[in-house]
Nanobody, 123 residues
Framework: QVHLVESGGGLVQSGGSLRLSCAAS????????MGWFRQGPGKEREFVST????????YYADSVKGRFTISRDNAKNTLYLQMNSLKPEDTAVYYCASRPFSSSRYSGEYNFWGQGTQVTVSS
């Protein structure tokens, strides 16, 4: 019942920045906890960041802490991930996902997923 569409991925050089967006439809966005996950080449999907329904609780993976910022605009039904100081190891397909209300670090707790957007960081 939730349709999520990521955008904003692309090719960027090491040290650069990129802003990902995730547009939600199908139900009330303001009731959803949201998360960003990524899957690099030959790797399992890993947690990146999460935010609860009103933005009051946020958490980041240690690998991105201090470089990435998660935010949301409930009036626009959109989730964002601002990525700064990008590194080649950030190269992955990035997915947004939703669950009821709360934030979560665990992919199995999310109900709906977007199609993913490719982020490639060149060295």
């Amino acid at each position: 019942q939730v349709h999520l569409v990521e955008s904003g991925g692309g090719l960027v050089q090491s040290g650069g920045s990129l802003r990902l967006s995730c547009a939600a439809s199908g139900r009330t966005f303001s009731t959803l906890g949201m998360g960003w996950f990524r899957q690099g080449p030959g790797k399992e999907r890993e947690f990146v960041s999460t935010i609860n329904w009103n933005g009051g609780i946020k958490y980041y993976a240690d690998s991105v802490k201090g470089r990435f910022t998660i935010s949301r605009d409930n009036a626009k039904n959109t989730l964002y991930l601002q990525m700064n100081s990008l590194k080649p190891e950030d190269t992955a397909v990035y997915y947004c996902a939703s669950r009821p209300f709360s934030s979560s670090r665990y992919s199995g707790e999310y109900n709906f997923w977007g199609q993913g957007t490719q982020v490639t960081v060149s060295s």
